[in-house]
């Protein structure tokens, strides 16, 4: 027992190559594109829209698609009022008010890695990312499902509850949904695999070291 916990404790106190600090910061400023571009997008096609319906979920906002005549935001809304299904509203999505925070914390904590080089805070950094990935998953998935679920009984339209697809298509009543990741979505899972590389590529000098030593 005591020789494993001192193995972990070299392992989480042994100092960062420098390619795995140039690791982190690329991983960090790949994270920048996640203030600026969607997170999540879902479309909705039927016979009345043949160009779709588009929303854009971003870490601080929703967007609809938007032409000279159309707010497909508003549209969606519209739509969702003949089912019961209450508003997508801003304002009722605290995510937009904690996700941008988070992810700016993140990039701090791995910056603060980097410099101070040690294995133990970057291995914080990632499984604090790998929980808030976790969660914002469970999280989108749960209010899909409240939305879907909580229909006002004297809606015009009755259609039976349902869960919109957090990924891939679904047909909904006459509509197809499609949803998928969006740029910033990518952005987040490329830092956590610049992080696993970086802690991969240092574990493996202590690797080496450690079997130089055995011989």
Sequence with gaps: ??????KETTFFEQPLMLKSRVLILVAVLVLVPTFFFPLWNMSFYSNQYTDGLVMH???????GGKTAN?????EI???NHYI????LLESDFSEFTWVPLVIGLLMILALRAMVIGKMSNLVDVFVLFTYFGLFSLW??????YMYGH???PTASIKVQPFTPPVFGSKQIANFMVNSFPGFASYALISFAVLLLLS???????VRGKADVRAT
């Design 150 to 152: 909580n229909l006002d």
């Design 199 to 205: 802690i991969l590529l240092s574990a493996k000098r």
């Design 77 to 79: 809304n519209s739509l």
């Design 1 to 6: 027992m005591s020789s494993f916990l001192e």
């Design 70 to 74: 159309r707010d497909d935001l508003r």
């Design 84 to 87: 019961g299904m209450r508003p």
């Design 139 to 144: 999280s989108f998935y749960h209010r899909l």
């Design 57 to 63: 979920i971003y870490s601080y906002q929703l967007e």
